[in-house]
């Protein structure tokens, strides 16, 4: 079962038949017949229980488990929270939205690889994304 997002209400669909194609997955949804009726729910969110979900290795998360972290250096310097994990092909990038400056005024996003190297330490029960960037990334930043 899954819970899409339709018009700002929930509904529930219950998946006939799923195929993977590259890196894309089509679904045939119970009650969803024709391609006009599936257009209607293109660029939906889709909600699934987490129970259903594969448990990843060791050191891997989904990206919804990423998301909100606050991400702060060795040295405490709190950096920003994650808003999204784009997936470049190779590293995928933590799009990191810094606190708000001292005017208020938001500074541009900050993209950091999620290599080990960098992200130390991952706690998610914490909150939090502990990192050791190389010297002059986060001056690319002006922090």
């Keep these: 079962m899954l819970i899409g997002v339709r018009q700002g209400q929930l509904r529930r669909y219950e998946v006939e038949k799923a195929e993977s ?3 894309k997955v089509v679904l045939k949804l119970q009650g969803i017949e024709s391609a006009d ?23 891997t998360y989904y990206i919804f488990e990423l998301v909100g972290l606050s991400v702060v250096t060795r040295g405490g310097q709190v950096i ?3 808003r999204d994990v784009y997936e470049t092909g190779g590293t995928p990038l933590l799009v990191i939205d810094p606190p708000s400056g001292d005017a ?5 996003e900050i993209l950091l690889p999620a ?5 130390r330490d991952i706690d998610t029960a914490a909150g939090r994304i502990t990192i050791d960037p190389p ?5 690319l930043y002006g922090l």
Excluded: K, S, W
């Design 37 to 59: 009726q599936a257009a209607g729910l293109v660029g939906q969110d889709i909600f699934l229980p987490c129970n259903g979900l594969v448990d990843l290795p060791a050191g």
């Design 80 to 82: 920003g929270t994650v």
């Design 104 to 108: 208020g005024m938001r500074r541009e």
């Design 115 to 119: 290599a080990r190297a960098i992200c």
């Design 21 to 23: 194609y590259g890196d």
């Design 135 to 139: 010297e002059g990334l986060l001056g």
